[in-house]
């Protein structure tokens, strides 16, 4: 579930953005930056600049597109949105492993969707009843 307060953080061009790479280097964890290496990412990223850009602008549309979506919600799609983020853990496994959205292709869930769904509800200890 997409957070309008996680968009609006974004920077441009997001993790493709020109800006980013400092930023990538700075959050590596044990990692030193030293000018030579913000140098070369930098380097890097200008060398396949209209890749580069077309990656970041592609991202901008995209991000620009989602909000603009969720913008023309109405109240009750924005009720179901909130119902969907406070979901049980169990309500939130079966989400993942039944919602049309995560099977595309298929119509009805197969046994190894069945499969892989108990065995995560197993490996967060959830009882589940069977009557």
């Known amino acids: 579930m997409v957070q309008l307060e996680a ?4 920077e441009v061009g997001g993790v493709f953005g020109r800006d980013q790479q400092f930023r990538q280097l700075e959050q590596s964890p044990g990692t030193e930056i030293s ?3 913000l140098d070369s990412q930098l380097q890097c990223w200008d060398a396949a600049r209209p890749w580069s850009e077309g990656l970041a602008t592609l991202f901008d549309a995209t991000q620009e597109e989602v909000v603009n979506q969720f913008s023309s919600l109405g109240n009750d ?3 179901a949105q909130k119902a969907l983020l406070t979901l049980s853990m169990v309500e939130e496994i079966a989400q993942k492993y039944l919602s049309p959205v995560n099977r ?3 119509d009805q869930p197969d046994v190894h969707v069945w499969l892989r769904l108990t065995q995560e509800l197993d490996n967060e200890f959830v009882l589940v009843e069977l009557l």
């Open 104 to 106: 595309i292709g298929n």
């Open 7 to 10: 968009l609006d953080a974004t």
């Open 35 to 37: 000018p030579e290496a």
């Open 77 to 79: 799609g924005r009720k």
